[in-house]
Structure formats: structure tokens, C-alpha cells
């Protein structure tokens, strides 16, 4: 089992920066490739960013790219979104995922394990 927990999220303006954080614990985080996922209110979950492994290969929605950037501190059990330029439809639940299989990463069911979430909210 692996447990993520989300940190991070907040209400800011349009513009502003955050960085989320996803901290993995139980089995070893290496190996895994990691994903952030959005969902909107009455919308369906969306891909936003994902990392290998090794942090090697990283990949965007064309929604956030430019503007948003994921890392990982596998020493530290980590995956990181740096968000800046937010805007008002950035506005969502973010979700971290891990998952075995970096196949079809831009979909939820290529992940094994899910985190709580963590709200972002940008005012315009």
C-alpha cells in the first residue's frame, strides 16, 4: 500500500503562484510514476502533469503547460506541482496518483493509489 497526502492548496487571485505537494509513504515510492489529476465542480477528473520515476520524463496537459511544472524528491518520498499564472479555471480539486505503469498515464485507471486531495481556489 501506498498512502499520498496532498498539501498545498488555497485560495488566491488570478496570476498568483502555488506549489502543491504530495507525500507518499508505506511502500517505496520509487518505481512509481506519479500523476496529478483536477476535477472542477460537475466536471469529470481531469490530467494536469505527470513524472517518471526517475523524474527523467515529465508531461503536461496542453491546458497548464507553460504555466505548470512537476517534480519529484525521491529521496524525500515527494512529487511536487508548481502552478503559477493561475487562473480562474485552474479552480478544482487537485488529486495525486501513483501508479506501477506509466501506460495511459493521462487516465485515471493506470494509477493504483490516490490521494485525498487538496482544494485550490483562484478568484478573478
Known amino acids: 500500500q501506498v498512502q499520498l497526502v496532498e498539501s498545498g492548496g488555497g485560495l488566491v487571485q488570478a496570476g498568483d503562484s502555488l506549489r502543491l505537494s504530495c507525500a507518499a509513504s508505506g511502500r517505496t515510492f520509487n518505481g512509481y510514476f506519479m500523476g496529478w489529476f483536477r476535477q472542477a465542480p460537475g466536471k469529470e477528473h481531469e490530467f494536469v502533469s505527470g513524472?517518471?520515476?526517475?523524474?527523467?520524463?515529465?508531461y503536461y496537459a496542453d491546458s497548464v503547460k507553460g504555466r505548470f511544472t512537476i517534480s519529484r524528491d525521491n529521496a524525500k518520498n515527494t512529487v511536487y506541482l508548481q502552478m503559477n499564472s493561475l487562473k480562474p479555471e485552474d479552480t478544482a480539486v487537485y488529486y495525486c496518483?501513483?501508479?506501477?505503469?506509466?501506460?495511459?498515464?493521462?487516465?485515471?485507471?493506470?494509477?493504483?493509489?490516490w490521494g485525498q486531495g487538496t482544494q485550490v481556489t483562484v478568484s478573478s
Open positions: 513524472i517518471s520515476w526517475t523524474g527523467t520524463n515529465t
Open positions: 496518483a501513483a501508479g506501477l505503469s506509466s501506460l495511459a498515464f493521462r487516465t485515471r485507471r493506470a494509477y493504483d493509489y
